[in-house]
T-cell receptor, first 115, second 109 residues
Framework: EAGVAQSPRYKIIEKRQSVAFWCNPI?????LYWYQQILGQGPKLLIQ????????DSQLPKDRFSAERLKGVDSTLKIQPAKLEDSAVYLC?????????????FGPGTRLTVL | RKEVEQDPGPFNVPEGATVAFNCTYS??????FFWYRQDCRKEPKLLMS???SGNEDGRFTAQLNRASQYISLLIRDSKLSDSATYLC??????????FGAGTRLFVKA
């Protein structure tokens, strides 16, 4: 079974530029998450989708971050404009259903460096 | 107070040692609990779920204490390959997942 796919794996941009990340979850997984992981910290949830609806985006900096999951399958996360403090690994994860007891499966992440 | 707090690391232990990590959570309505393992520059992967009755998987034992709102992970007979960051994960209902900051473990020969 294919895992969670993410691209690109690495991205280097200058501050004030825009960037977009893509995620394709495991087939059939209705729940999709985007996390931000800053070096030395645990993953911080940015947004959670259930199918194509947003369940939780309370920690998403909406003035610069946006995410969509139009057809309830793959998803994109965009940052516009980027700041130095956005340098982090952006992890996408998926889960089979909404149950809190199901495991989350993570993609390899996109490592973003903002100069 | 953070919603999920873990023991600060790093833990440096010799091979064969027993090591224990603790994690406390603030929301008494939390429903499910997990330990994830994250190797350097890799994504987190599920190590084990934590059940109310406690559960064991080989050298790993997880415990949940709802009254005191903490979970623990015990690793017996540590191996070099156990060196990683261990993340405590708490779900408060179906839609909110919170990760702890992680505890780094170094097992040395």
């Amino acid at each position: 079974e294919a895992g969670v796919a993410q691209s690109p794996r690495y991205k280097i941009i200058e501050k004030r530029q825009s960037v977009a990340f893509w995620c394709n979850p495991i087939s059939g997984h209705a729940t999709l998450y985007w996390y931000q992981q800053i070096l030395g910290q645990g993953p911080k949830l940015l947004i959670q989708f259930q199918n194509n609806g947003v369940v939780d985006d309370s920690q998403l900096p909406k003035d610069r971050f946006s995410a969509e999951r139009l057809k309830g399958v793959d998803s994109t996360l965009k940052i516009q404009p980027a700041k130095l403090e956005d340098s982090a690994v952006y992890l996408c994860a998926s889960r089979l259903g909404a149950s809190a007891y199901n495991e989350q499966f993570f993609g390899p992440g996109t490592r973003l460096t903002v100069l | 107070r953070k919603e999920v707090e873990q023991d600060p690391g790093p833990f440096n232990v010799p091979e064969g040692a027993t090591v224990a990590f603790n994690c406390t959570y603030s929301n008494s309505a939390s429903q499910s609990f997990f330990w994830y393992r994250q190797d350097c520059r890799k994504e987190p992967k599920l190590l084990m779920s934590v059940y109310s009755s406690g559960n064991e998987d080989g050298r790993f034992t997880a415990q949940l204490n709802r009254a005191s709102q903490y979970i623990s992970l015990l690793i017996r007979d540590s191996k070099l390959s156990d060196s990683a960051t261990y993340l405590c994960v708490v779900n408060t209902g179906g839609f909110k997942t919170i990760f702890g900051a992680g505890t780094r473990l170094f097992v040395k020969a």
